[in-house]
């Protein structure tokens, strides 16, 4: 794993972690709708790429696969299960990054540190996000499948990424102005009519250049550069930087469980990003 690899991985993970901050204050605009303008705009940050001739449709696909299925699945399961449980749902993906490699990755093996990292990291994120008290309900197994989906879309688009790896990471723009049209779409087929205030693009201008913009690119250049077993253990540090952004702005207040989730989540990306010296070069 490079040092380039992993500031690459942080540096999405910082910026997702915004977007908890963001979304509170874009609470009224219509999902789809915020979707759909953020990606919009992520696809600016692309840049010339845009100027230039699209991916060949396979990579495409991919592409849209990953930005554009995953955010419809994550706002399905969030209207039709718990928030708070959904969230800790779709925070499987880290998770199934690592546990998924092997299958993607050639040559790549599931080592004990990976996983008891990657199980850390849930185990804080899971405590994080349901501040302790969790309460899975069978009432509304649609709502949890929809997050369950999000997850593995999420994880094997990220390691299909880094399987093909034979694209630019420009290309990402592409991958944005298509999923972002599709978003706005299916906005106008499905959602009320809305026209965003002032003071609701003052926040979507840095979402979509942010956390639903350059974020991507990063991703994309962490996993071509890096290793997603490591890759997957950091990024348990989105929700825990996510909490001390609210915490920060007063949405939030630090807690007995959320420490000791901190805790957890810190531990699992130590153990994660360390190789042992017999390890190197594995």
């Known amino acids: 794993m490079t040092r380039r690899g992993i500031g690459h991985a942080l540096g999405a993970i910082a910026l997702w972690s915004t977007l908890a901050v963001l979304g509170v204050r874009l609470r009224a605009v219509p999902p789809l709708l915020l979707v759909g303008t953020a990606l919009l705009l992520g696809a600016l940050a692309g840049g010339r790429a845009l100027l230039r001739r699209p991916p060949r449709p396979a990579v495409l696909a991919l592409g849209v696969y990953g930005l554009f299925a995953y955010h419809l699945c994550v706002f399905l399961a969030l209207r039709l299960a718990p928030p708070v449980e959904a969230n800790l749902v779709n925070y499987l993906w880290p ?25 850390l990291g849930f185990g804080g994120a899971a405590l994080l996000i349901s501040g302790g008290s969790l309460h899975l309900t069978a009432a509304r197994p649609v709502g949890y499948l929809f997050s369950l989906a999000a997850a593995l879309i999420w994880s094997t688009y990220s390691l299909l990424t880094k399987r093909i790896g034979d694209f630019p990471t420009s290309d990402v723009a592409w991958f944005c102005l298509v999923s972002g049209a599709l978003a706005l779409g299916s906005h106008l087929a499905f959602e009320p009519a809305y026209a965003p205030s002032t003071a609701d693009l003052a926040c979507l201008v840095p979402l979509g250049l942010g956390p639903m913009g350059a974020a991507f690119y990063l991703w994309d250049a962490a996993l071509k550069r890096g290793d997603p077993r490591v890759i997957g253990a950091l990024a348990y540090l989105a929700p825990l930087l996510s909490t001390l952004w609210l915490v920060v702005g007063g949405g939030a207040r630090l807690t007995a469980p959320s420490g000791a989730a901190m805790a957890l989540i810190v531990g699992g990306a130590a153990i994660g990003t360390t190789t042992p010296s017999r390890e190197r070069g594995a």
């Not at 040559?107 to 540190?113: N, V």
């Open 95 to 119: 998770l199934l990054i690592v546990v998924l490699t092997p299958l993607f990755i050639r040559g790549a093996t599931l080592r004990p540190r990976h996983l008891v990292a990657a199980l």
